[in-house]
């Protein structure tokens, strides 16, 4: 059974910044592609972020490009978004997806609050 559990979500300033990082577990991590989401109050969930295996490509929202970064540690079974030059926008629950047998696998999410 496949686990990921994300932290680092808070409250920030605008303009301010924050690491999100998302735990694996149980499955084979460094074979699945790694997605960060978001889904703001009264909004759809949103793709923000994509790191493929090996982390041999990184893609992201075009809201988002140039502020985030995505990365990954398979070693260490982690991936993570650094967040800066945040906006009041990026309020959101933020979750991490992966997959394993042909079954999604989804982080409970973890809040970011962007006010001053």
């Known amino acids: 059974q496949g686990q990921l559990v994300e932290s680092g979500g808070g409250l920030v300033l605008p303009g301010g910044s924050l690491r999100l990082s998302c735990a694996a577990s149980?499955?084979?991590?460094?074979?699945?592609?790694i997605h960060w989401y978001r889904q703001a109050p009264g909004k759809e969930r949103e793709l923000v972020a994509t790191v493929t295996t090996l982390g041999a490509a990184l893609n992201y929202h075009r809201s988002v490009k140039g502020r985030f970064t995505i990365s990954r540690d398979d070693a260490k079974k982690m991936v993570y978004l650094q967040m800066n030059s945040l906006k009041l926008e990026d309020t959101a629950v933020y979750y991490c997806k992966g997959r394993y047998r042909n079954r999604d696998i989804w982080g409970q999410g973890t809040l970011v609050t962007v006010s001053s």
């Open positions: 149980g499955f084979t991590f460094e074979n699945s592609p």
